[in-house]
């Protein structure tokens, strides 16, 4: 879609003479949560060049996340080629928690090789608060921030040297600060951040814990014209009093164009959706090449369908993950969370591709002591998760209460047997814990495996601050691929069994 351009026409006559005085208009454009998905980003910025915005922002989260991200960190010596997209279209980018899931030095070679500034207002000297920039004798400001929870999901210990300050506090200082001292005539927040309620129904989905401090924004900050919010891949498009508030859902699914009228005070937002399903989205040949690279094979039928099916009773593919975190690490006991998708695990011909869709996430596994009251307390958190539907099947809990905050994460123990039975009201649905076929006493303790990022305790706060007895150097893809190529079992093997009922 090209760019509008509304255009006013006010015909006024000075010393008998005709004026013509052309009222223009304004566009800018916005993504969030990008996630290294450059195959759609390719297609995004040609759109969004296109459109020649007056300013681009991105909201954060931009590289991290995908299988082209694993490949130009561990594989190639070459330069992400969407930090020259982007060089190409942006004039101004908002850290993300996930900017920070990478070493000091590896952010500041990201800055080096950026051509437009990266701006938060609420992580000290490291990075500059608010962005300027005058257009057509107008002045917008950009004031960033990035949820304050980034340090609690810090598993390697990369954010240590940074101090991130309550985002909401440092929003209601900055943006006081731009409205005196550099009198915009548009005002912008962009937020690395969501919402606890939705902001057109009022639905509640989260608890106000600091992490997502929209609706607070708008409560508390007067006068933003554009709140840009991100995070939580949500898609929003609302107006909020006088605010104009979005979020542009993730991974490259689209951006938006908010067209602003400054001599009528109107705005509006357009969201330009990307054809997902294009033949062209691809990554470059030399990242599909290897991805299609053929790892191993195997026998056995390891994959699944259905997220529910998969999450019910024991499945080879979870055996499969326990077999290899007990592996790695020696453990008696394995906890492993499963990504909500459809259909994942692993048959016949095994790629790089198929290794990074089952193990995404470059975490750590370690090894703490935990008693049988403790698994308890942390599986009957697991299994919150659950409830019955009106048609009397086991559903999430989310699509049963959908005003109330439910959990989220769900993990799969191996090495134990036990029966979930969700008739039971939350935090007495564990029944028949066994070890070894042996009732588990109170008072046992077990040496168990979780990875790095379930071990910070933002989800199981049971969990943080536990001592570690023993930690991998290498993280969980490279930890897969070698089980897969040195230690995969001709059979499914058995690491306990269990059972969700109803």
């Known amino acids: 879609m090209s760019k509008i351009s509304f255009t006013i026409l006010n015909i006024c006559y000075k010393n008998r003479k005709r004026i013509e005085v052309k009222l223009m208009s304004f566009s800018v454009l916005i993504t969030s949560d990008l996630h290294g998905r450059l195959d759609r980003f390719k297609l995004l910025a040609n759109q ?47 850290y993300g928690n996930h900017e920070f899931h990478d070493t000091l030095q590896t952010i500041q070679q990201l800055h080096s090789e ?12 490291f990075a500059k608060p608010y962005f300027v920039k005058n257009i057509r004798g107008k002045k917008f400001a950009v004031v960033g921030a990035t949820t304050h929870f980034t340090p609690l999901w810090d598993e390697h210990g990369y954010v240590k040297e940074f101090k991130f300050e309550d985002a909401l506090t440092a929003l209601q200082f900055w943006v006081d600060y731009v409205k005196i001292y550099e009198i915009p005539d548009y005002l912008i927040v962009s937020y690395h ?6 902001p057109a129904t009022g639905a509640v989905f989260q608890e106000r814990n600091g992490e997502n401090q929209a609706n607070e924004i708008l409560e508390s900050i007067t006068d933003i014209d554009l709140l840009i919010t991100g995070h939580q891949h949500l898609f929003i498009n609302e107006r909020i009093h006088n605010t104009l508030t979005i979020q542009p859902t993730s991974h490259g699914n689209g951006f938006f164009e908010v067209q602003i009228d400054l001599d009528n005070r109107n705005s509006q937002a357009i969201f330009h959706q990307l054809e997902v399903n294009s033949p ?77 869709k089952n193990a995404p996430h470059e975490h750590k596994l370690r090894v703490v002591t935990l008693s049988t009251m403790e698994i308890k307390q942390l599986i009957e958190q697991s299994a919150a998760v659950f409830a019955i539907n009106r048609d009397g099947e086991i559903d999430f809990s989310t699509n049963i209460f959908p005003d109330t905050p439910q959990p989220y994460q769900y993990d799969f123990w191996g090495g134990i047997s036990y029966l979930i039975d969700v008739r039971e009201v939350v935090g007495q649905r564990v029944k028949n814990m066994t070890y ?28 943080k601050n536990r001592n570690i007895l023993y930690e991998t150097t290498q993280t969980v893809p490279f930890l897969f691929k070698d089980y897969l190529l040195s230690s995969l079992p001709s059979v499914v093997p058995s690491h306990g069994n269990f059972k969700v009922i109803h």
């Open 436 to 463: 070894k076929g042996m009732p588990m006493e109170s008072q046992q303790y077990f040496r168990v495996v979780l990875n790095s990022y379930r071990l910070t305790g933002y989800d199981f706060p049971i969990l």
């Open 193 to 198: 951040g969501g919402f606890t309620e939705d």
């Open 48 to 94: 969004m060049k296109a459109l020649k915005a007056d300013l681009v922002i991105d909201n954060g989260d931009f590289l991290d996340g995908s299988p082209a991200t694993f490949y130009y960190k561990h594989i190639s010596n070459k330069s992400h080629p969407m930090i020259e997209l982007a060089n190409g279209i942006y004039d101004v980018a908002v």
């Open 114 to 125: 950026c051509r437009f500034p990266w701006i938060s207002c609420n992580i000290g000297e």
């Open 280 to 356: 062209t989205l691809a990554y470059p040949f030399e990242v599909e090449q290897w991805l299609d690279k053929e790892l191993t094979s195997i026998l056995g039928d390891y994959s699944y369908k259905g997220i529910l099916t998969s999450r019910l009773s024991s499945h080879p593919f979870i055996q499969l993950m326990h077999d290899m975190q007990l592996k790695a690490t020696g453990a008696q006991i394995s906890v492993f969370d499963l990504m909500y998708r459809d259909n994942g695990g692993l048959r016949g011909n095994i790629t790089n591709r198929d290794l990074l």
